[in-house]
């Protein structure tokens, strides 16, 4: 598989879900080996985890005092096309726009202006089962021929536990939007985070049913937007995984400290554990 980016500079905007902040990217084609990265305030920041500041509840890069924010659903849309080499400047704002809260309408554009470029992709491949876990959650990868991402999870009151997979079919997972619990936006709002949430841009569940009023995209769109936020994750590693990647039950600090100890591993290990228990 070769390397990609784009043909041209490709522009979105739109408010952040977290900041509520309006927002203008745009993505710059890069050579092959560049990599993605984002620059902000003169700023150059990797899409990579040694940069990753913040998990909670969006994936948070940061360099030098400059900070970029729910990276996450772009990456996972370039992971999934194949654009390898791009930068992702920032003319306003510092959260990446949130849209209609899937990867839509990154897919709708990006998808018919990759350019391939000559050299090869660079390939993570996996030798032996690895597997990072917490209390209630674990991400295990295991050798595969080719790349695959599972995804199991529930959702209260609404779906029973299910697994979802992305073996290379965009459709599987690039129209699901971010979620919340009814009970959890006060909370959110009181830290600071989903001021620019809204029915537009996130699905808010309440108890047995959807707020809003066009419903589901999919019956199990919650959890397929959680294995988009996965494939996101998972490109922070800097290199394409040749391997079958499970998650039972991750999110966004799960998904880190699965790239982080993956690129850190030399594999003398085969299982790393956290289980902190909070009063
Ligand atoms: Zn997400």
Redesign the pocket.
């Given at each position: 598989m070769r390397q990609g980016t784009v043909l041209y500079p490709v522009e979105f905007k739109g408010i952040g879900l977290h900041s509520g902040e309006f927002a203008r990217i745009v993505l710059h084609p890069e050579k092959a080996g560049t990599g993605i990265r984002f620059l902000a305030k003169g700023v150059y920041i990797p899409a990579n985890y040694r940069y990753v500041l913040h998990t909670d509840h969006?994936t948070l890069l940061g360099k030098e005092g400059v900070k970029v924010s729910?990276v996450?659903?772009l990456l996972a849309v370039l992971y999934i096309l194949g654009l390898d080499n791009l930068t992702v400047e920032f003319l306003e704002g510092s959260e990446v726009p949130i849209l209609d809260?899937s990867g839509y309408h990154f897919y709708k554009v990006l998808k018919d202006i990759r350019l391939e470029l000559e050299e090869e992709v660079r390939v993570f491949e996996i030798k032996e089962v690895f597997e990072v876990k917490n209390c209630k959650a674990y991400i295990r990868v295991e050798p595969y021929e080719g790349f695959c991402a599972l995804y199991r999870g529930y959702v209260k009151g609404l779906l029973e536990e299910g697994t979802v997979q992305y073996c290379g079919n965009v459709k599987d997972v690039v129209f699901a939007r971010?979620f919340c619990y009814e009970e959890d936006v006060g909370f959110l709002r009181s830290r600071g985070l989903a001021k620019g949430g809204s029915l537009k841009n996130a699905v808010v569940i309440g108890k047995g049913y959807v707020h809003n009023p066009e419903g589901l995209r999919s019956k199990d769109e919650p959890i397929r937007?959680?294995l988009?936020?996965l494939l996101?994750d998972l490109s922070l590693l800097g290199i394409r995984i040749r391997g079958r990647v499970f998650s039972h039950m991750g999110g966004h600090t799960l998904n880190y400290a699965f790239v982080k100890s993956l690129a850190e591993s030399s594999f003398s290990t085969s299982s790393t554990s956290s289980c902190v228990s909070t009063p």
């Open positions: 969006a729910t996450e659903h809260g971010t937007h959680k988009l936020d996101g």
